[in-house]
Each structure stands twice: as C-alpha cells, then as structure tokens.
C-alpha cells in the first residue's frame, strides 16, 4: 500500500500501463509475453502499488503489441499519447470543445468530399491526416477535463 498518493505524472504512467496491458489481451495474455506473472503485472497498473514495470517487460509488451495488430490485420496497433497534465490543466474546456468541433467538423467534410467512395493513395494520406487532428483534439480535451476532475478519477481506475 502506497502511504502517499501518487504524482499526476505517476498516475499516467500507470493509466498507460493498464492501457499495454489490455492492448495486448489483458493480463494472462500479457504474462505470456513476459518474464513476470499476472499478479505482478497487475501491481504495475494499480494506482494503489509504488511498482512500476521495468523497461524490458515494456519493450516486450510493445512488440507483442505490434505483432499482435499486424497479426489481426488491424496495422498499427492503437497509439497511446501522454499528455502532460499540466499542459492541459489551464486550458477552457469549452476552448478546447470548439477546437475539437471545428476538427471533427472539417473530418465531416473531408468525407463529403469523397463523392465517389474511393480512397486513392492521396485521399488515404489525407484522411490519416484529418483522423489524426481530430484525435490530437479529442486527448486534449479529454485530458483538460480529467485534469479538472484530478487524474484518480480516470475512468477504468481501481
């Protein structure tokens, strides 16, 4: 049991953690790929424990999580961003709403513009581009508002 609560950079690592984890198909999965067993793997997610996963447990997690998503032919696996909490804590939220709405609304007609439904190399990168804004958007608005709410309270948080 911790005696101090942990840091807001701490508990991100540990939002992280449990994120890998269930990127590669939870804890049994991810005890397979490692020299550590469930349990372990399990402390290093919970915000309640000081541990915290070593670099070789994570660089086997990542690989077993690329080679997963090229094995489901899914491609990149889901990229986890870290935002600085303190980057984003004096932010408006309804600032960054409006950002995200004008980014959600330009993705809007990005795909209105694809009248003949067909994605050529050009419109594919094009597109990546437009999803990858509206993402950027979304993690600073999601983390202005779990900011505002204080990181313990991260949804899927012990």
């Given at each position: 049991m911790l005696r101090q609560p942990l840091s807001t950079d701490d508990m991100a690592l540990k939002t992280l953690t449990r994120l890998l984890i269930e990127q590669v198909g939870?804890?049994?999965?991810?005890?397979?790929y490692t020299r550590v067993n469930r349990s372990v793997l399990s402390g290093y997610q919970n915000p309640h424990q000081p541990h915290f996963m070593p670099v070789d447990v994570v660089g086997r997690l990542e690989h077993a999580a690329v080679?997963?998503?090229?094995?489901?032919g899914t491609g990149a696996p889901r990229r986890l961003q870290l935002v600085q909490p303190g980057e984003v804590a004096t932010e408006s939220v309804p600032l960054l709403m409006a950002r995200f709405s004008q980014e959600a609304a330009e993705l809007q007609a990005f795909a209105e513009g694809l009248a003949d439904g067909e994605l050529c190399a050009r419109d594919d990168?094009?597109?990546?581009r437009?999803?990858?804004h509206v993402l950027r958007k979304a993690t600073r608005l999601?983390?202005?508002?779990?900011?505002?709410?204080?990181?313990?309270?991260l949804p899927g948080l012990p």
């Open positions: 939870g804890l049994e999965a991810a005890a397979t080679a997963g998503a090229d094995h489901r990168a094009a597109l990546e437009e999803v990858t999601l983390a202005a508002l779990h900011a505002k709410r204080g990181l313990s309270q």
